[in-house]
């Protein structure tokens, strides 16, 4: 008897947004070799799998801790050899954070005026800095060890969720192999810090505790109630986004209201929960701003308009707009920048027009579910990138968007093949939070598609959630009747797949290559958020030593805009000094650079003070080298620099 697949409504709408998302990635950057690799990998992963389940549970789980013993060692070597230069956002988080936990209670640029919603997290980060300076850790080390925390706990709590619910070696090892054997554990998530990673975790936590709660015995659910409101706040605090969990639950209540199941499961209990603890941190807000010294200004401040605001503009494809933040910028009050906001978008809405705007809505999405810069994210590049890393940079560069994305298609590829056919059973626990998981889902997708401007990492949010939705599905019946393969066959495919990917990214790195940053400090508070240049006095001196570990054709320093300096580069091995040229804000230099030690200096020759763009921490170390200034070394400063190779004149030597 044939089996007629009817899937449900709201699964058959996420899978019609992960096919958006998996053309997304298809058709931009290193597509074809990511459409072959992700080919192979899906075929091999549906060949290979059947062994795995064959094999001894405890030999599995033994297998996945020494992965995890690895991977744990690999993000060491990364975290230590291979820093890169934070910049935006989590820097001027960062920033702040370092300034609280060594005392000073003060808010001197705009930046949490206009974005409020990160002061809580900026506090949080000093509490954390604090406890580990008392202890020793130096800051750089204390935000390492929260990154590498964070981020290993949610991948296993990950593994551990997949396992409870679905007792499959198939899923549990490709779940791993995509967590700990991907860029995902070794990239954006460890090396940058900011509220994306935290707010996956606690989501998994909220989502677990649902999915638990009918079977915990009533001591379990006093704890697990209190874990829960926990949760919600920090998740609140964090990223107030996780709302669309409350429209998300509403959907759950109805359904099981309607089904006389609301009662049976118990869930009314942690359903108030989480209003309640949405409740509790708008007080906790409050008092994090008055621990912290923080008043909120309304002259700064950016209304929620803003956000929609960029949402419908269609130039910047709904992204984050610098026009329409340089708009707001000039308008006198938060009350005359919303008025503007809604004129401006009941035009742009009108100008759109229905096809226009559903257009737009189908372009945000593909852009909040493509993944292929995951490496990029929030970074200006590797600080001093490693002599092998410049060997083969092109190659990593491209291997790094290609597998994470090859394995991130994967998985939804896997995922809707299960949706296609899943009726969810409202009489079991874990199946009523696989829902809870995939309206969450939808939610959050259609937060960022309908309403809110856009970003790739953005869409990162939802991987817990279809994690926990694949794991909770069960397996279709099927008819007893087994394909014999060839012992040799899955083994086989999966060596080819790897051999492609590498094989590919090397071939697309050597076609297409691109410019390669060799060295930089590029982190700064920004001068949009009236962040101070230093004014140097006439004579002054200030030197600063950059290692280039591979050959450079372009090096820069930013001054700042008017200012009169000399800007030099000295290669320190033998003493050749190149002139930098005066390019409005910066100081460039065109000129082949082999590898080695160099000194910048930055001399003020005039008779007169002259701005310059230094980077000041209390205790976060930006470089390897200390600033110098007038033969004071300054370990916390830091000029802002890039070197950079440019791909037409790629080569290796030095």
């Known amino acids: 008897m044939t089996r007629k697949y009817k899937p449900a409504v709201l699964p058959l709408i996420l899978i019609g947004c992960l096919l958006v998302g998996l053309i997304s990635n298809l058709v931009s950057g290193a597509g074809l070799a990511v459409l072959v690799t992700a080919v192979l990998l899906f075929a091999s992963s549906r060949l290979i799998g059947p062994q795995l389940n064959r094999l001894a549970a405890k030999k599995v789980i033994w297998g996945v801790g020494i992965g995890l013993v690895l991977m744990v060692i690999g993000q060491l070597v990364v975290l230590k050899s291979m820093p890169v230069t934070v910049y935006h956002d989590p820097y001027r988080l960062l920033s702040q954070a370092d300034q609280l936990a060594a005392g000073h209670l003060t808010w001197h640029i705009t930046y949490f005026w206009r974005y409020a919603n990160n002061v809580p997290l900026a506090y949080l980060l000093s509490m954390w800095l604090r406890l580990n300076n008392l202890i020793g850790l130096t800051t750089n080390g204390a935000v ?350 999966l060596v080819l797949t790897l051999a492609s990917m590498l094989g590919l990214s090397h071939l697309v790195g050597t076609i297409q290559p691109q410019t390669a940053v060799v060295a930089a400090q590029r982190s700064q508070l920004s001068e949009q958020y009236h962040a101070k240049p230093t004014q140097i006095k006439p004579g002054t001196l200030m030197t600063e030593k950059v290692t280039l570990n591979g050959p450079a054709d372009y090096f820069s320093v930013q001054i700042h805009a008017q200012s009169m300096v000399a800007v030099t580069l000295t290669q320190l091995t033998s003493g050749k000094t190149y002139h930098l040229t005066d390019a409005r804000s910066v100081y460039r230099l065109h000129h082949n650079l082999d590898r080695g030690r160099y000194q910048i200096t930055v001399q003020n020759r005039s008779r007169m003070h002259q701005a310059v763009d230094v980077v000041r921490t209390y205790r976060y170390r930006l470089s390897a080298s200390p600033l110098v200034i007038n033969g004071t070394k300054h370990k916390t400063a830091s000029l802002i620099y890039t070197s950079l190779l440019h791909s037409s004149r790629r080569s290796y030597h030095g």
């Open 144 to 493: 390492h060890l929260l990154s590498l925390l964070l981020l290993d706990c949610f991948i296993v709590l990950a593994l551990r969720t997949v396992w409870q619910l679905s007792h499959r070696n198939s899923l549990l090892l490709g779940s791993f192999a995509f967590l700990a054997c991907t860029p995902f554990a070794y990239t954006y998530f460890l090396q940058v810090f900011y509220s994306d990673l935290p707010s996956m975790l606690l989501l998994l936590i909220i989502i677990r505790i649902f999915w638990q709660w009918p079977s915990n015995t009533p001591a379990q659910q006093v704890r697990a109630g209190i874990g829960l409101t926990v949760a919600v706040v920090l998740g609140a605090l964090i990223k107030p986004n996780l709302i669309v969990l409350i429209p998300a639950l509403a959907i759950i209540a109805l359904i099981l209201h309607h089904r006389h199941l609301l009662k049976p499961l118990k869930l009314w209990l942690p359903m108030v929960l989480v209003v309640v603890g949405f409740g509790l941190s708008v007080p906790a807000n409050k008092g994090i701003d008055a621990v912290s010294h923080y008043t909120p200004k309304t002259e700064f401040a950016f209304p929620t308009t803003n956000w929609l605001l960029m949402g419908v503009n269609a130039k910047s494809n709904g992204m984050y707009s610098k026009h329409d933040a340089k708009v707001a910028i000039q308008l006198p009050s938060q009350a005359a920048r919303q008025r503007h906001d809604l004129t401006s978008i009941n035009k742009r809405v009108a100008h759109l027009g229905p096809l226009g705007l559903v257009k737009l809505w189908v372009t945000k999405l593909g852009i909040l579910l493509n993944v292929q810069h995951i490496g990029n994210w929030y970074n200006g590049g590797f600080r001093a990138a490693p002599t092998w890393y410049q060997q083969h940079a092109q190659t990593l560069q491209v291997l790094t968007a290609v597998g994470y994305t090859a394995a991130t298609l994967t998985l939804w590829l896997t995922l809707i093949m299960r949706l296609l056919g899943w009726q969810p059973d409202w009489q079991k626990g874990s199946e009523v939070a696989g829902m809870l998981a995939l309206i969450t889902a939808l939610g959050y997708l259609a937060f960022h598609t309908l309403l809110w401007e856009t970003e790739a990492r953005y869409g990162q949010i939802i991987l817990p959630l279809t994690l926990f939705v694949l794991a909770s599905v069960p397996l279709p019946v099927k008819s007893k009747s087994a394909v014999n393969r060839p012992a040799w066959l899955p083994p086989t495919v």
